[in-house]
Structure formats: structure tokens, C-alpha cells
């Protein structure tokens, strides 16, 4: 069977392989060459060896700033979303009246895209902070609770979706041997709930952690890095070191690396620590 | 058993009073629509009254200045036909890769894998690039893009899937005389609805809402929604405001109205979506 479907080859793998070397394999392997040259077009690229990578740490702190920033944001919020979504799916298994309206609300954020979301938290957060006669950019702590609350208000629905879905998979046997025994209701969530919805924590750690690490349409609509480039996170700064100044664009390569790695590296790790402690079902 | 009941019908109290708090910055966008810009900034929490309602103003000046329904247009077309290209595409090419063993499909499957962790940005410029030399930046070649951008996450959750499809179906197929794209169109095909609608799902809520890549591919020429919406909040010295929250409202209604349709297929899709990221 195999012998007949190989002379379709061309048939079945020609689209999408055509449109996946033109749009991702050569841009990413050019990538990674134009980043250690220097260029303004793509044409006229003169190596330099190490130089942009150098230069990201030498010639301002944006780059430092924007990863610290975008870690104490990941942290924040990757504990927020999830604690928050999982307390709801909670809620949301205990078969209450209205559970799948209440579903269906929570998750109605998570459709619509980061600029739109950007411009209504703008005006939420602006209209409380004017209270103080002060705005988003004031001050940067300001912009960093605005990009959690955002956060949590797009993301929060999407995990206690999947939560449910891993709530509901524990068997109600379970449950009820242990309220056999005896097990109060925080000792059956500590030793039955939490290890049996492990898959479902690793995969939302998972997704808020590199949702929260890449996020680039919130953060430029929300507060664009103001004040000054305060609470610009590192998606930002590639796209400012690309577009927003002249002569960079060996560095914003160099930059778009070091985060490809970054964010490769995260996956992994947590990966790696997650897995290990699912339990086998 | 009555406490029970008291504590639950408290619970549900509590969730609707969560649920009101919870959207009501999409109500009070939609408040402010009706306001006169000036009265939007400083008190963004007050009803309209008389001397602040303008009607369906806003919604007619930010259809103007920022082509609304030429936006809504770009989106839709290209928001569907992207989608229609990867399930079609990427179906074949799943298939392919994981009927035929191989060295070469192996690379091949692995380097999809690969390319779902590559942040945008490490590609962003030399892809735009790209798109411009191959004279790509028009709504039709910007397909050609979503499609290779597309590609990773979808031939990752077909392949999944079709490896659980038994073998005895195809080779009742061949020796029904079949040739492979008959096999693949009358057998396969219809057997992959399911696992279609997640990925047609999944990819048309990020092509929709996408923002960076049409901006830096067609941008200039054609603005899709998210690419307009910003368009308004740069393209002028002092902002309408009035305009901004009326641009919002239109750009939230189609997802509304999408998620009222397809729902079940979207919780549905991004479980499953999730489960295999």
C-alpha cells in the first residue's frame, strides 16, 4: 500500500511543504544566519560574528529590562490564571443549576484578540485610575497589575475549560471510598483530586507559561511599554529593536534568537518537571 | 441535606453575581459607544444622559476613518479560505506522513513539531521579507503564509488522529481498486470530520484575531480588523475615543456571534487542542 501512495507524493506533500519552507523553514534558517550579521536589507548582510549578541547587552538594558519584566509578569500570572481557573472548575463540577451558562460566560474573553483586549482594559483601568487623577502609564507597577488583570480575564475560562474536563475524568468511586474512610473534603482534593488532575495542570501551566512569556498584542495595545519602555516585555522589544529604530536589525535578529531560545528552553524544562510527577492512570 | 441545598443555591448567587463583574467591561465598551468622545476618558463608568448620548454617531464616523466593512471583508476571506487551505493541505499531507514510514517523512513530521515552540518573532522579519519578494502581499498570497504558519499545530493533531485509524479500512479500499487520492478523498476524508473541526477551530480563532503578521505582510495595502482597530488608536494626533469603543463593539459582535454558533465546537476543539499541545 505504502509502494502505490509514494508515487502521490508530490500530490499530498507539495502544498503544505511549499507553503511551510516560504513561510516558516527559510525565514527561520535565515533567521538564524542574519543574526549574526549586519544588515538593513535582506540582500546586503555582512558577517559580524558575534557582534549583535554582544550589542543587546551593550548597548542598553531594553533587552534586560524586557526579560525581567516578562518573568515577574509569567510568574504572577501563570500562578494567577491557574489557581483562579481551577478553584472555578471547581465550582463548575458540582453540578450547581446554571453550570453551563456560567461556562460558556467565563470563557467569552478568551475569543477575542489581544488588541481589541488591550483598548477595553485601557478604558476599564484608565476610568479607575482617573479617580487618582493618574493613567496607565504613570507608573509601571500600574501597567504590570493592568497586563495580569488582563491576563487573567482572557485566560481564565480557557483553563477552568480544560480543568473541568479533568475534574469530570476522575471516577465518582474515588470520591466516594474516600468519604468512606473518612477523608475530610481538603484531604480528598489533596491526595485524590490533585494527583488525578496532574495531566491537566501540566498542560495548563503549560499553555499559561508560554502564552504569558510570548505575549506580544496585549502588552503594544495595553500600555505599548509606557512609561518610557517600562513595561515593555520582550515580544515588544524585538519588534521596537526591528521597527522602532534605525540601523538595528542584526540586533533585533540576534534579540528574536536568544527568545526563540528562551522560550524552546521553558517548554522543555517544564516539560521535563511536570511529567515526572503525573501520576499513571 | 437542606444546608446543602442552601449552601449550593448560595454558590449560584455567587457564580451569577461573578459572572455579571466578569463581562462587564465588554458592557461598558459598549456603554461608552454611545457617548460623545470628550465624555469617555473621565468617566468611562457613567450611563449615558442626555448631553453625553450621540446615537449611532460613533459607529458612523469609525466605519469611515477606518473602512470597517473593507476590514470586516479582508478578515472574512481570509479567514476562511486560510482555514479551508489548511484542513484540505494539511489533511494530505498528514496522511502521507504517517501511512508512508520513512526517513525523509520522519524529518519532515518532526520539523512541524518543531515549528509550534518558534516564537513569531524569530521570524517575523525575514518571512515578511519574503512574502514581499514573492509577491505575497495581497489577501490571496497571505493565504500561502497561514497555510505554512498553520501547518505545525495541524499536522501535529492529524497525524495523531489518523494513526488510530485501523489499516483494514484502506486496504479493503485498495483491493476495492482505489487509487490513493480516491482512498483518501471517499475513505479518509469523511472519517476526519471530527478531528477537522477542532483544527478548523483552532486555527480560525488565531487568524482572525491575528494582529503582527498581517500588519507586516499586507498592512500597508490591506487592513484586516485587529490591523484597523489599531490603525485608529495611531493613525491620528488626538484619538476618538467615541470611534475606538464603537470599532471595539463591531470588532467583539462577529466573535459573538461565532461562538453562539459553533460553541460546542469551540469548547470542544480547545479541549482537544489543548490536550495534544
Known amino acids: 500500500m505504502q509502494k502505490s501512495l509514494r508515487k502521490y507524493g508530490w500530490l499530498f506533500l507539495l502544498p503544505t511543504l511549499i507553503a511551510f519552507l516560504i513561510a516558516f523553514v527559510i525565514p527561520f534558517l535565515a533567521g538564524v544566519w542574519l543574526s549574526f550579521t549586519e544588515f538593513t536589507t535582506v540582500t546586503n548582510a555582512k558577517f559580524v560574528g558575534l557582534d549583535n549578541y554582544i550589542r543587546i547587552f551593550t548597548d542598553n538594558r531594553d533587552f534586560l529590562n524586557a526579560f525581567w519584566f516578562t518573568v515577574k509578569f509569567t510568574v504572577v500570572s501563570v500562578v494567577s490564571v491557574n489557581l483562579l481557573a481551577f478553584i472555578l472548575a471547581l465550582l463548575l463540577t458540582k453540578g450547581l443549576r446554571g453550570t453551563n451558562f456560567f461556562r460558556t460566560a467565563?470563557?467569552?474573553?478568551?475569543?477575542?484578540?489581544?488588541?481589541?483586549?488591550?483598548?477595553?482594559?485601557?478604558?476599564?483601568?484608565?476610568?479607575?485610575?482617573?479617580?487618582?487623577?493618574?493613567?496607565?502609564?504613570?507608573?509601571?507597577?500600574?501597567?504590570?497589575?493592568?497586563?495580569?488583570?488582563?491576563?487573567?480575564?482572557?485566560?481564565?475560562?480557557?483553563?477552568?475549560?480544560?480543568?473541568?474536563?479533568?475534574?469530570?475524568?476522575?471516577?465518582?468511586?474515588?470520591?466516594?471510598?474516600?468519604?468512606?474512610?473518612?477523608?475530610?473534603?481538603?484531604?480528598?482534593?489533596?491526595?485524590?483530586?490533585?494527583?488525578?488532575?496532574?495531566?491537566?495542570?501540566?498542560?495548563?501551566?503549560?499553555?499559561?507559561?508560554?502564552?504569558?512569556?510570548?505575549?506580544?498584542?496585549?502588552?503594544?495595545?495595553?500600555?505599548?511599554?509606557?512609561?518610557?519602555?517600562?513595561?515593555?516585555?520582550?515580544?515588544?522589544?524585538?519588534?521596537?529593536t526591528f521597527y522602532g529604530s534605525v540601523g538595528n536589525e542584526g540586533v533585533g535578529q540576534a534579540k528574536a534568537v536568544l527568545f526563540f531560545v528562551l522560550v524552546a528552553l521553558v517548554a522543555l524544562i517544564q516539560l521535563r518537571i511536570t511529567r515526572a510527577r503525573e501520576v499513571e492512570t | 441535606m437542606r444546608t446543602k441545598k442552601l449552601v449550593n443555591s448560595l454558590l449560584v448567587i455567587l457564580l451569577a453575581v461573578l459572572t455579571v463583574a466578569f463581562l462587564s467591561p465588554i458592557f461598558i465598551v459598549l456603554m461608552n459607544?454611545?457617548?460623545?468622545?470628550?465624555?469617555i476618558s473621565d468617566a468611562p463608568f457613567a450611563l449615558p444622559?442626555?448631553?453625553?448620548?450621540?446615537?449611532?454617531?460613533?459607529?458612523?464616523?469609525?466605519?469611515?476613518?477606518?473602512?470597517?466593512?473593507?476590514?470586516?471583508?479582508?478578515?472574512?476571506?481570509?479567514?476562511?479560505?486560510?482555514?479551508?487551505?489548511?484542513?484540505i493541505f494539511t489533511a494530505m499531507t498528514s496522511w502521507y506522513l504517517t501511512r508512508?514510514?520513512?526517513?525523509?517523512?520522519?524529518?519532515?513530521?518532526?520539523?512541524?513539531?518543531?515549528?509550534?515552540?518558534?516564537?513569531?518573532?524569530?521570524?517575523?522579519?525575514?518571512?515578511?521579507?519574503?512574502?514581499?519578494?514573492?509577491?505575497?502581499?495581497n489577501p490571496v498570497g497571505i493565504i500561502l503564509i497561514y497555510l505554512g504558519f498553520g501547518a505545525g499545530l495541524s499536522v501535529f493533531m492529524f497525524c495523531g488522529f489518523i494513526r488510530g485509524i485501523p489499516l483494514a479500512i484502506e486496504e479493503a479500499a485498495e483491493i476495492d481498486g482505489c487509487t490513493p487520492v480516491q482512498r483518501f478523498f471517499y475513505v479518509i476524508l469523511p472519517i476526519l470530520k471530527p478531528i477537522s473541526i477542532t483544527v478548523a477551530v483552532l486555527n480560525a480563532m488565531w487568524i482572525w484575531n491575528d494582529y503582527l503578521l498581517p500588519l507586516l505582510v499586507i498592512g500597508s495595502k490591506y487592513r484586516t480588523i485587529p490591523v484597523a482597530v489599531q490603525y485608529l488608536q495611531g493613525g491620528y494626533g488626538s484619538r476618538d475615543m467615541g470611534a475606538l469603543m464603537a470599532?471595539?463593539?463591531?470588532?467583539?459582535?462577529?466573535?459573538?456571534?461565532?461562538?453562539?454558533?459553533?460553541?460546542k465546537h469551540i469548547i470542544r476543539g480547545v479541549v482537544a487542542g489543548a490536550v495534544k499541545g
Open chain 2, 100 to 137: 508512508v514510514r520513512g526517513r525523509f517523512t520522519r524529518v519532515v513530521y518532526y520539523t512541524f513539531v518543531f515549528s509550534m515552540i518558534v516564537p513569531f518573532q524569530m521570524v517575523m522579519f525575514t518571512m515578511s521579507k519574503i512574502a514581499n519578494v514573492l509577491h505575497l502581499e
Open chain 2, 247 to 263: 470599532m471595539l463593539v463591531l470588532a467583539i459582535i462577529p466573535i459573538v456571534v461565532f461562538y453562539g454558533l459553533m460553541q
Open chain 2, 49 to 87: 444622559t442626555r448631553d453625553t448620548f450621540v446615537g449611532f454617531d460613533n459607529y458612523l464616523s469609525g466605519i469611515e476613518k477606518i473602512g470597517f466593512f473593507s476590514a470586516l471583508g479582508y478578515s472574512l476571506f481570509i479567514t476562511v479560505f486560510s482555514v479551508l487551505a489548511i484542513l
Open chain 1, 106 to 240: 467565563f470563557f467569552m474573553p478568551n475569543l477575542i484578540g489581544g488588541i481589541v483586549l488591550g483598548y477595553i482594559w485601557q478604558l476599564i483601568i484608565n476610568g479607575v485610575l482617573s479617580g487618582m487623577g493618574v493613567d496607565l502609564t504613570y507608573r509601571a507597577e500600574y501597567g504590570f497589575w493592568g497586563l495580569v488583570v488582563l491576563m487573567n480575564w482572557q485566560m481564565i475560562g480557557y483553563m477552568m475549560i480544560i480543568y473541568v474536563a479533568g475534574l469530570q475524568n476522575i471516577p465518582s468511586e474515588l470520591h466516594e471510598v474516600a468519604a468512606i474512610d473518612g477523608a475530610g473534603g481538603f484531604a480528598t482534593l489533596r491526595h485524590i483530586t490533585l494527583p488525578l488532575v496532574m495531566p491537566s495542570i501540566t498542560i495548563c501551566t503549560f499553555l499559561t507559561l508560554s502564552n504569558s512569556f510570548k505575549m506580544f498584542d496585549q502588552n503594544y495595545a495595553l500600555t505599548g511599554g509606557a512609561p518610557g519602555k517600562e513595561t515593555q516585555m520582550l515580544a515588544l522589544d524585538i519588534y521596537n
Open chain 2, 33 to 39: 459607544s454611545f457617548k460623545g468622545q470628550f465624555f
